[in-house]
Each structure stands twice: as C-alpha cells, then as structure tokens.
C-alpha cells in the first residue's frame, strides 16, 4: 500500500477503532476489485489525501464542513459515522446538535428529519461505546 493509504488507515483507526481498520486493511488486500478498490481509494483520498491536511483546517473544523455537506444531500450513513467522527476529532454533542439546527433554513425540515434520525443512531452507538 502506498503512503497516502497508510496515512488514511491510520487516521481511520484513530476514529473508528483498529478493529475497523484492520477490516478495511483485508478487504484493501482482498482481491476482489469490487472491495479492494473502494476500500483502497477511500484510505488514500478522503482519509489519506483530504482529513490529514490539519494544517489547513483542523480535522474538528473539518468535521463541522462535513457534517453540513452530508445533511444536505440526505446521507444517512455518512450523518451517522460523520457524528461519530465528529465527536473522535473533538466536538460535544451540543456542536453537532447546533450544525443540525443551522441547516434547517438552508436544507430543508427533510433533509433535517433524515439528519436527526441517523444523528441519533451515530449519539446511541457513541453512547454504548461509552464515548458520549
């Protein structure tokens, strides 16, 4: 795997635990294009390209940019691992409950609606892992 795939899996267990990571290292190494190639590219772009870049904005903020994008486009897994990211890079739940009442105007009681429900579901699972 290359540099930028390590930088990523590494931020990525730093978020997610390095029970997911090492997932992700076996379907990265898997094979099967189908998983490997997802995996692969997700770890170098997003992770390894884009949330590393603290020194231009930090991957709190990031996490805030983020959190309003996948709301707007009605993303309920990534609303859900987003709040959990959220809180790993360093926001309360009163920051991410803020970023949900900010985006009413602009996207929608909808788009909100989805928001709150994958929000609760990402807030329940932080609670059961004792993060929250």
């Given amino acids: 795997m290359n540099e930028d795939f ?18 992700c290292r076996k379907g990265a190494e898997s094979g099967d294009d189908f998983t490997a190639l997802h995996i692969k590219w997700t770890m170098e772009f997003p992770f390894g390209q884009v949330w590393t870049r603290e020194d231009k904005l930090s991957r709190r903020d990031r996490s805030l940019a ?5 709301i707007g486009q009605r993303s309920f897994d990534e609303i859900k691992y987003h709040t959990i990211m959220g809180v790993a890079n360093g926001l309360t739940r009163a920051e991410i409950e803020e970023v949900f009442f900010s985006t009413i105007p602009y996207c929608g009681f909808p788009a909100a609606n989805t928001a ?3 929000m609760t579901e990402g807030f329940k699972a932080l609670e059961e892992a004792g993060k929250l």
């Fill in 6 to 23: 390590e930088k990523g899996l590494a931020l990525f267990a730093d978020v997610y635990g390095q029970d997911m990571a090492d997932g």
């Fill in 66 to 70: 983020v959190l309003g994008m996948c």
């Fill in 116 to 118: 709150k429900a994958a």
